[in-house]
């Protein structure tokens, strides 16, 4: 009656069902990824993401519903036309002020 005992260690079907439960937790992390990324589809409707700050190569990826607009710095010093607005002042403690002109 040897040939009657179920053995469970011979069977290939306990490796396939070990492989979809390993397939199911790296799905469930990734979604968990997902979900924290700050651009993603169902986050926020407005949401402003700096790589880099200050240094020459920065970007700012903004995403205002489902559009998203990526500004990249090119490192010159940017330059235009317009008028003086007034003065600013920055005190002892960090704080700035502005006083416009008349």
Same mark, same amino acid.
């Given at each position: 009656m040897r040939f009657?005992? !179920?053995d469970d260690a011979d069977d290939?079907?306990?490796?396939?069902?070990?492989l979809v439960d390993l397939f199911l937790v790296i799905i469930g992390i990734l979604m968990v990824v997902i979900a924290q990324n700050p651009l993603n589809?169902?986050?926020?409707d407005r949401v402003v993401v700096?790589? !880099?700050p200050g240094e020459e190569d920065m970007r700012?990826?903004?995403?205002?519903?489902?559009?998203l607009t990526r500004y990249e710095?090119?490192?010159a010093v940017g330059q235009g036309?317009?008028?003086r607005a007034g003065v600013t002042y920055r005190l002892d403690d960090g704080r700035m002020i502005y006083v416009p002109e008349s």
């Open positions: 009657l005992d !179920n290939p079907m306990l490796s396939v069902v070990n589809p169902f986050s926020q700096i790589e !880099n700012i990826t903004i995403k205002e519903g489902q559009e710095s090119s490192g036309q317009g008028a």
